[in-house]
């Protein structure tokens, strides 16, 4: 099977045959159905479990060969806002506050706030460079430039299309954490030898937030919808999961809900690491991402082939 196309389609649709679109339901030999087939669906059937192969790595490739243009400008964008926290954060407010307070299984710990500050800081960069991905990218090869009309002309189902974009935002979201981890490794931060296993953990937070983002990108008319995700999702989440300070601070109530946030279970897994300690209760906090990632990535390929069904 041939990659599709790195150049990005701009309305060319109406050039293809609007039979070979593909819905995520399995079609004659493999073959994507054609749009009526969508239409007849129940809208239970949109639900229907993933039928996924591994037609899904052209689509990443292809958009791994796009970016490969922009690596440089993309690059600097992704780390150069976590990187002003850290310094400003960091080793401004650090300077005043000392050292934070944190509950451990051996007791109170006493942290530089620059240490604590950067291993949540680094999962809030995961969050936020899967997520940018999952929406203004993805939305714009979906709704604007109309790329994954023209990868579904080619024998690649919807579910293949979004799987990628999936795992493509989760391997932008390593990309950019790598970056800042070696500049935290360059200042001193942290020299922990288990920040080697807070790698693949930061890849999962990048996946579990490119599902949940992926959701909004379904339901996404325009690129002002976003605004939504990150005031009333992102930016309470940042302050009540532990980046910039413990969260033993918060109300009872407010602690409890927090436990089961996801960057509160990002950051439960990371922080110990770059404390050269072992996560408490690790497979809880990976079985609550694990449960997000499932969940958001099931609905967000349901209402993206229902939007696809229209």
């Not at 999962?204 to 959701?215: D, E």
């Not at 009333?232 to 300070?245: A, D, R």
């Amino acid at each position: 099977m041939k990659t599709p196309s790195n150049k990005e389609p701009a309305g060319e649709e109406g050039n293809h045959d609007q039979g070979t679109r593909g819905t995520g339901f399995a079609g004659p030999q493999g073959a994507p159905p054609s749009r009526g087939v969508a239409r007849s669906a129940a809208g239970g059937a949109h639900f229907a479990r993933p039928r996924l192969s591994m037609r899904w790595w052209p689509v990443f490739l292809r958009n791994l060969l796009v970016w490969k243009k922009l690596a440089i400008p993309s690059l600097v964008g992704n780390i150069a806002e976590p990187l002003m926290w850290l310094v400003a954060f960091g080793y401004g407010m650090g300077a005043l506050v000392g050292q934070v307070n944190m509950a451990t299984p051996q007791g109170s710990v006493a942290v530089p706030y620059i240490l604590f500050l950067a291993s949540g800081s680094i999962c809030m960069s995961a969050m936020n460079a899967a997520s940018f991905e999952a929406l203004y990218s993805a939305f714009s090869r979906m709704h604007v430039q109309k790329t994954w009309d023209g990868i579904m002309n080619a024998p690649v189902s919807l579910d293949d299309v979004v799987l990628a974009e999936m795992l493509w935002a989760g391997f932008k979201a390593l990309f950019s954490v790598t970056a800042i981890m070696v500049v935290m490794l360059a200042l001193g931060i942290s020299h922990s030898p288990k920040l080697l296993l807070a790698w693949p953990v930061l890849l999962g937070v990048g996946i579990t937030f490119s599902c949940i983002a992926l959701v909004f990108n379904a339901l996404a008319k325009g690129y002002d919808f976003f605004t939504y995700y990150f005031t009333l999702f992102l930016t309470p989440m940042m302050f009540l999961s532990g980046v910039f300070f413990p969260r033993e601070q918060l109300p009872g109530v407010v602690k409890l809900f927090s436990d089961w946030l996801p960057l509160t279970n990002a950051v439960e897994l990371v922080r110990p690491l770059f404390m050269d300690q072992w996560p408490e209760r690790p497979w809880l906090h990976a079985a609550v991402l694990l449960v997000y990632t499932v969940a958001a990535f099931w609905t967000a390929l349901a209402l993206t082939r229902k939007r696809f069904a229209k």
